[in-house]
């Protein structure tokens, strides 16, 4: 695909972006922003030279179009990455076909998910001979079916009538393995060789950061790569590349995806080859197995480190049977490899399995630790990489072309090094652009003074009585942001005893279904953990106060803090200097964005911690923060919620006034 094709030769940044731009025929309204500007013109500088910019934009600057822009214009082939399905959306339904429109570019845009999003029609085929389901099961294969026959790419999301992790659609999803023993092509019908196609030929693929980071994967371990090459490479979100990179760089091993090989083993071996009764004899054995290294373990929720359990006789024992009786149906299933394409996708992915198993039990790299995660009688094997600056640097390097690094939260107090040390892009430029917002009149930032320390038992109870007052004044309106679930569902017990209005609680309907019914609902209000401290776009009235219960530091027993404060220990760094507090200073800006998401919202941010004013490690969290000013009175805070609202009425007063005019 060439520039000359997709680029007018004329169209440049100013054009497209500047006053009386092209983008004011797309657009209502539309303003050029000077730092969209900026950061358009430092993007298309970095892809002429082929550079690497870590560029750290405040809600509200427009980096979407300032990057896809200049992106577009140079007629290369992009790669966007992102860390959320609303944004990928937002940027294949709504940016790039008018942006492709407004930089007159003929070029597509694809949206490309990891292979388990996709239906299998074979392996639906297969699913629908068993005669081992439930009435519920045979109802939704045959929503499936019915669907099959007029999807165009068999995406799951266009199916809404069967839940995403419904163990139903595993048994129909794309399978690397199956789809390896079946020689799937894109002229066989299957849909992901035909989306793949699709991608490869677009100029503009989105994908997700889960998806890259496993294409990275398979690239460093020298197994080929899922995605295709690209000359400009653009993470959105990117504060969240480091983590996910380290999960696709080491592997994790879950009970529940050792019972589903079990189940497709059995499904198999009565298919395919019903005269090996031996290997679904040995599926059962392991299956015991198991059950018994669960029962091990109890049903605590916690996280065992290696140094828990490499003395611990009983575990290490069951965990070498385990391995063993995988090994045995590894060797019962290649002698019947031959006898079906099921039967050869189970002995892969068994195979792959006591790989991982042998890995972990015998791991000696000083870059990786071992540890398990327990909940429920559920276990969960980790391999998790304490940096992956080496692969990451190496694979850039190799892959060559630009590469753009974007996100609201990237710095600590203007300082990228902690992020450009994660991910080895220590070599990268780096330009900051402050959200336009008037933080100075927009919001508060409410600190009540005489808040006990968080490890207090009744802390919590305390951070609700002071919270009490503002709830009140903004008459719900508001998001309660916990650092833990524990602390959720105890602040969740206390307000349904005294408020009114609704509580919607993360976990108890979808994150998108809780956001429309916030948005519907009166004095309504959301408790959420992590996955609603970002990604979370509420704006206008619907939100006025955010509440945040403490600085958002990761547990101390966790392993992999307590792994990667010894890794930097041994290199004379300081854990919680040079780990703790800047993980902690990216989610609080991360948590306080939620607030002011446009030029007319206000509000109220309230911050309980006390350690923010007590602690002099506050001070580098309280400079990172948006530039609201304190109050520390809660008459304060709701005068500034009192006047939102009657701004707020004023305005709709004049508005309606208009329209009876």
Avoid at 126 to 133: A, K, L, M, R, Y
Avoid at 459 to 471: E, F, G, H, M
Wanted: charged share 25%.
């Amino acid at each position: 695909m060439s520039a000359k094709k997709n680029v007018a030769e004329k169209l440049t940044v100013d054009l497209v972006m500047g006053k009386d731009s092209t983008l004011a025929q797309y657009v209502d309204g539309y303003q050029p922003r000077q730092a969209q500007l900026d950061m358009a013109h430092e993007v298309a500088e970095l892809i002429d030279d082929e550079g690497t910019l870590l560029a750290e934009a405040g809600t509200g600057t427009g980096k979407t179009f300032a990057y896809l822009v200049p992106a577009l214009l140079s007629g290369k082939k992009i790669i966007v990455s992102t860390a959320t399905k609303t944004l990928q959306e937002q940027l294949i339904q709504k940016d790039l076909p008018m942006l492709l429109k407004a930089c007159k570019v003929k070029g597509k845009a694809r949206l490309l998910k990891g292979r388990d999003n996709y239906l299998c029609p074979q392996r639906l085929e297969i699913t629908e001979t068993s005669e081992q389901h439930s009435k519920e099961d045979w109802k939704k294969l045959a929503e499936i079916r019915h669907w099959s026959e007029r999807t165009k790419q068999g995406d799951r999301a266009e199916l809404e009538s069967v839940p995403e992790n419904d163990l139903i659609w595993r048994k129909v999803t794309s399978r690397l393995e199956f789809c390896q023993a079946a020689g799937c092509q894109s002229e066989s019908g299957c849909f992901y060789p035909i989306v793949k196609e699709r991608a490869a030929e677009a100029q503009v693929l989105v994908v997700n950061h889960h998806l890259f980071c496993a294409d990275l994967a398979l690239r460093e371990q020298g197994f080929g790569e899922l995605l295709p090459d690209a000359d400009i490479y653009i993470f959105d979100e990117a504060h969240q590349l480091p983590d996910i990179a380290a999960q696709f760089l080491g592997f994790s091993i879950t009970r529940g995806q050792l019972e589903e090989l079990v189940r497709d083993i059995r499904q198999a071996q009565k298919q395919e080859s019903p005269d090996s009764q031996s290997i679904s004899d040995l599926a059962t054995k392991f299956e015991l197995q198991l059950k018994a290294l669960s029962e091990l373990f109890g049903k605590w929720d916690k996280r065992w480190t290696w140094e828990q359990l490499e003395n611990d006789k009983p575990f290490n024992e069951a965990v070498k049977i385990l391995r063993n009786q995988l090994g045995f149906l590894v060797e019962s299933l290649k002698e019947i490899t031959e006898r079906g394409k099921q039967i050869s996708a189970v002995y892969k992915r068994a195979k792959d399995f006591e790989s991982q198993f042998t890995e972990w039990m015998k791991q000696t790299s000083e870059n990786k630790i071992r540890w398990v995660e327990t909940s429920q009688a559920r276990f969960k094997f980790n391999l998790t990489p304490l940096s992956v600056a080496g692969p990451f640097s190496r694979q850039r390097e190799e892959i060559g072309g630009a590469w753009l690094f974007t996100s609201a939260t990237l710095s600590v107090r203007d300082n990228f090094d902690y992020f450009a040390h994660r991910l080895g892009l220590g070599d990268a430029k780096t330009s900051r652009w402050p959200s336009p917002f008037d933080y100075q009149t927009q919001g508060v930032i409410y600190h009540p003074v005489g808040l006990p320390e968080p490890r207090s038992p009744d802390y919590v109870k305390i951070c609700l009585r002071a919270a009490w007052p503002l709830l009140k004044a903004s008459e719900g309106r508001a998001f309660m942001l916990f650092t833990s679930h524990r602390a959720l569902q105890e602040a969740h017990a206390i307000l349904k005893q005294h408020w009114q209005g609704p509580l919607l609680v993360q976990g108890d309907q979808p994150k998108l279904t809780l956001l429309s019914e916030f948005k519907k609902q009166d004095n309504v209000i959301l408790l959420g953990t992590s996955s609603f401290w970002e990604g979370v776009d509420v704006k206008g009235e619907d939100l006025q106060l955010v509440i945040i219960d403490r600085i958002p530091f990761s547990p101390p027993d966790d392993p992999i803090v307590q792994a990667r404060e010894a890794f930097l220990k041994e290199k004379g760094l300081n854990g919680f200097v040079h780990f703790q507090l800047p993980e902690a200073v990216m989610a609080m800006k991360q948590g306080a964005g939620r607030l002011i998401r446009d030029v007319t919202d206000t509000g109220v941010l309230m911050l309980c911690d006390p350690r923010l004013s007590g602690k002099q490690y506050g001070s580098v969290i309280r400079a990172s923060l948006p530039d609201f000013p304190w109050v520390y009175e809660a008459d304060q805070a709701i005068e500034k919620l009192t006047a939102s609202s009657k701004g707020k009425l004023d305005k709709a007063s004049v508005k309606s006034n208009k329209l009876n005019e």
